[in-house]
C-alpha cells in the first residue's frame, strides 16, 4: 500500500477515536437532557409532583447517566455487568421511570455501538443477517416471481 492510503487510514482512526467520540457522548447527552426536560414538563404540569419519590428517583438516575455518559463504553459495561455486584433497583414501583426507560436504553446503547467501530460493524452485519432471516420467504418468493417474468420475457423473443 502507499502512503497516502496509510495517511487515509491513519486519518479515518484519528477522526473515529478523536473528535466523533466527543460528538457522540455530546449527542447522548442531548438525548438525555431532553428526556429530564419531559420529566421536568410532567412535573411542572402537576402530573407528578417536584417532591414525590417517584420524581426524585428517575431525575436522579437520569442525571447520573447525564454524568458518567463519558464513561460508557462496552469494556466497562461488560465488566460492570460480570464483575460488580449492582443491586438492582426496584423499577416496579417507579411507573415515572419506566414510562422514559425504553428511550434513555437506546439513546445509552446507541452510544455503546456507535463509538466502537467494531461493535458498529457487528450490529450492521446481524442487522443484515436478522433481516435476511426473517424475509427469507419473501425474497425468494419475489426471486420466483422475477425468473418467472424473465423466463416468460425470453421465450416471447
Do not use: C
Not at 449527542?27 to 414538563?41: N, P
Not at 455503546?112 to 427469507?136: C, D, E, H, Y
Not at 425468494?140 to 423466463?151: C, H
Amino acid at each position: 500500500m502507499d502512503s497516502l492510503t496509510w495517511l487515509s487510514i491513519a486519518g479515518i482512526v484519528a477522526i473515529a477515536y478523536g473528535p466523533m467520540q466527543n460528538a457522540l457522548e455530546s449527542v447522548a447527552r442531548h438525548h438525555l437532557f431532553r428526556i429530564r426536560d419531559e420529566l421536568f414538563d410532567k412535573a411542572r404540569t402537576g402530573e407528578t409532583s417536584f417532591d414525590s419519590p417517584e420524581y426524585l428517583i428517575a431525575r436522579k438516575r437520569i442525571n447520573s447517566l447525564i454524568r458518567f455518559t463519558h464513561q460508557m463504553k462496552w469494556q466497562n459495561v461488560l465488566f460492570i455487568s460480570k464483575f460488580v455486584n449492582v443491586k438492582k433497583p426496584d423499577d416496579a414501583d417507579n411507573s415515572l421511570y419506566m414510562e422514559f426507560r425504553q428511550r434513555i436504553f437506546f439513546a445509552i446503547i446507541g452510544l455503546i455501538i456507535l463509538r466502537s467501530p467494531l461493535l458498529m460493524t457487528l450490529t450492521i452485519l446481524l442487522g443484515i443477517f436478522s433481516f435476511i432471516g426473517n424475509n427469507t420467504a419473501k425474497i425468494k418468493s419475489k426471486a420466483t416471481k422475477i425468473l418467472n417474468a424473465v423466463e416468460a420475457e425470453s421465450q416471447i423473443a
